[in-house]
T-cell receptor, first 111, second 111 residues
Framework: GIQVEQSPPDLILQEGANSTLRCNFSDSVNNLQWFHQNPWGQLINLFYIPSGTKQNGRLSATTVATERYSLLYISSSQTTDSGVYFCAVPSLMGSASKIIFGSGTRLSIRP | NAGVTQTPKFRILKIGQSMTLQCTQDMNHNYMYWYRQDPGMGLKLIYYSVGAGITDKGEVPNGYNVSRSTTEDFPLRLELAAPSQTSVYFC??????????FGPGTRLTVL
């Protein structure tokens, strides 16, 4: 099945810094999602981005489907950005149902 | 609009006991999912459903059962609980071609 790898596994930054999180996947996909899990365990969807670039405030994401990767950019980090960031892709091309999650990037923003 | 709700929030089971984790969504989504998240790990898909009366296995279905008699509800049944089922369980829902929305999770401990 498809493999999803996220890097780096851990990232510690000072407040105000910028960061780039990467998600590589081993096969063609027709959708990709980014999620944030906050320190209390709540999972929030950030982007649904099968290709191209999307922006939402300080966060933006770019997916290059032909090269099988996606990037999540966080600018001017705040302590509330701390948590784990997951990317997720369908395990079967064309499937909207079987979603596979990467192992995540744990981001810690220090005040 | 409550989104995705899960009950209970916490539960402790003894080995061999059974229980049902409840999940309800009020967004009229056809797709519903159950995931488990072990400490420090990503999410693994247990079962999913693409509509009332239709369910299918995910990555880690052993020891679990599901049913989907209505669009709104997708209960997860644990039979003969084992310590390996200690985890946080998340329910999610989505429309086809859209991102997933997660419930708050159920923290289950099997002793």
């Amino acid at each position: 099945g498809i493999q999803v790898e996220q890097s780096p596994p851990d990232l510690i930054l000072q407040e105000g810094a910028n960061s780039t999180l990467r998600c590589n996947f081993s096969d063609s996909v027709n959708n990709l999602q980014w999620f944030h899990q906050n320190p209390w365990g709540q999972l929030i969807n950030l982007f649904y981005i099968p290709s191209g670039t999307k922006q939402n405030g300080r966060l933006s994401a770019t997916t290059v489907a032909t090269e099988r990767y996606s990037l999540l950019y966080i600018s001017s980090s705040q302590t509330t950005d701390s948590g784990v960031y997951f990317c997720a892709v369908p395990s079967l091309m064309g499937s909207a149902s079987k979603i596979i999650f990467g192992s995540g990037t744990r981001l810690s923003i220090r005040p | 609009n409550a989104g995705v709700t899960q009950t209970p929030k916490f539960r402790i089971l003894k080995i061999g006991q059974s229980m049902t984790l409840q999940c309800t969504q009020d967004m009229n989504h056809n797709y519903m999912y159950w995931y488990r998240q072990d400490p420090g790990m990503g999410l693994k898909l247990i079962y999913y459903s693409v509509g009332a009366g239709i369910t299918d296995k995910g990555e880690v279905p052993n020891g679990y059962n599901v049913s989907r008699s209505t669009t709104e509800d997708f209960p997860l049944r644990l039979e003969l609980a084992a310590p390996s089922q200690t985890s946080v369980y998340f329910c999610a829902s989505s429309s086809e071609g859209d991102t997933q929305y997660f419930g708050p999770g159920t923290r289950l401990t099997v002793l």
